[in-house]
C-alpha cells in the first residue's frame, strides 16, 4: 500500500499564502485521481480538492479560486498552492488516493495509508 508524506504546513496570517506537498512512497503515474483533503478535530474528514492523471482538477466550492492543486507524476508528488488563506481554512492537510466510481464525492475507499498530515493554521 502506497504511503503518503504530507508537508509544508505553519502559521499564517489571513490573506497569506502556504504551498503543501505530499510525497508518495510509489509511483502515482497510474492513479487516477490525488486528492487533498482537511480535517478540524470533532469534525469529518473532507476532500478540498483533486487532480486526475488526465490533468482534471476539481475544488471544493470553498476554495475555488484561491487553492490550486497540481501533480507532478515524474517525481511521485503532489502539491497544493493555497492563496488569499482565511481562518476557516484552518486544518490538518492530508492526501491520498480516492477510489471508486463516485470518488469525489463518496469514495469507496483509498489507496494509500493516511500520513500524519500538514498542520495549517491561519490566524492573525
Known amino acids: 500500500q502506497v504511503q503518503f508524506v504530507e508537508s509544508g504546513g505553519g502559521l499564517v496570517q489571513p490573506g497569506g499564502s502556504l504551498r503543501l506537498s505530499c510525497a508518495a512512497s510509489?509511483?502515482?503515474?497510474?492513479?487516477?485521481?490525488m486528492g487533498w483533503y482537511r480535517q478540524v478535530p470533532g469534525k469529518q474528514r473532507e476532500v478540498v480538492a483533486a487532480?486526475?492523471?488526465?490533468?482534471?482538477?476539481i475544488y471544493k466550492d470553498s476554495v475555488k479560486g484561491r487553492f490550486t492543486i497540481s501533480r507532478d507524476n515524474a517525481k511521485n508528488m503532489v502539491y497544493l498552492q493555497m492563496n488569499s488563506l482565511k481562518p476557516e481554512d484552518t486544518a490538518v492537510y492530508y492526501c491520498?488516493?480516492?477510489?471508486?466510481?463516485?470518488?469525489?464525492?463518496?469514495?469507496?475507499?483509498?489507496?494509500?495509508?493516511w500520513g500524519q498530515g500538514a498542520l495549517v493554521t491561519v490566524s492573525s
Open positions: 491520498n488516493a480516492p477510489r471508486g466510481s463516485m470518488w469525489w464525492s463518496a469514495p469507496e475507499g483509498y489507496l494509500g495509508l
Open positions: 487532480a486526475t492523471k488526465g490533468g482534471n482538477t
Open positions: 510509489g509511483s502515482i503515474f497510474s492513479i487516477f485521481a
